[in-house]
C-alpha cells in the first residue's frame, strides 16, 4: 500500500531525497510521513504532514530535513540535507488513511529504505 524510494549511501554532509506513494483504494490521507529505525533504538519519528499541511519534525533533523507533499495527495517526499552519521537507519513511510465504505481509519506501513551515512 506504501511504496517508498530513494535510500542509500551517502557522505556525511550530503544530501538524499525520499518519497513514498500511497496506493489502494483511500478515501483520505489524515497523516502521512517518515519514522526512522537505527540499530539498536526504537523506531522514531522523522517527520509528518497532516491534511491541514501542518508538519511536525524531530528535533534532531529540523533546519536540515524538509517534508512535502508530491503532486499526487497520495505522494510524500522527504529531502535531507547536510546528512549526520547519526541519520543512519531504515526509514519507514507511513500514512494514517481512511478507507472503505465506513470510513474507517487504519496505519499503513511501507518496506523501509535503509540510508547509511559514512563519517
Known amino acids: 500500500q506504501l511504496q517508498a524510494s530513494g535510500g542509500g549511501l551517502v557522505q556525511a554532509g550530503g544530501s538524499l531525497k525520499l518519497s513514498c506513494a500511497a496506493s489502494?483504494?483511500?478515501?483520505?490521507?489524515?497523516?502521512m510521513g517518515w519514522y526512522r529505525q537505527a540499530p539498536g533504538k526504537q523506531r522514531e519519528l522523522v517527520a509528518v504532514i497532516n491534511s491541514s499541511g501542518a508538519i511536525n519534525y524531530a528535533d534532531s533533523v529540523k533546519g536540515r530535513f524538509t517534508i512535502s507533499r508530491g503532486n499526487a495527495q497520495t505522494q510524500v517526499n522527504l529531502q535531507m540535507n547536510t546528512l549526520e552519521s547519526e541519520d543512519t537507519a531504515v526509514y519507514y513511510c507511513y500514512a494514517d488513511v481512511t478507507v472503505g465504505l465506513r470510513g474507517s481509519r487504519e496505519h499503513y506501513w511501507g518496506q523501509g529504505t535503509l540510508v547509511t551515512v559514512s563519517s
Open positions: 489502494g483504494v483511500i478515501l483520505g490521507i489524515n497523516v
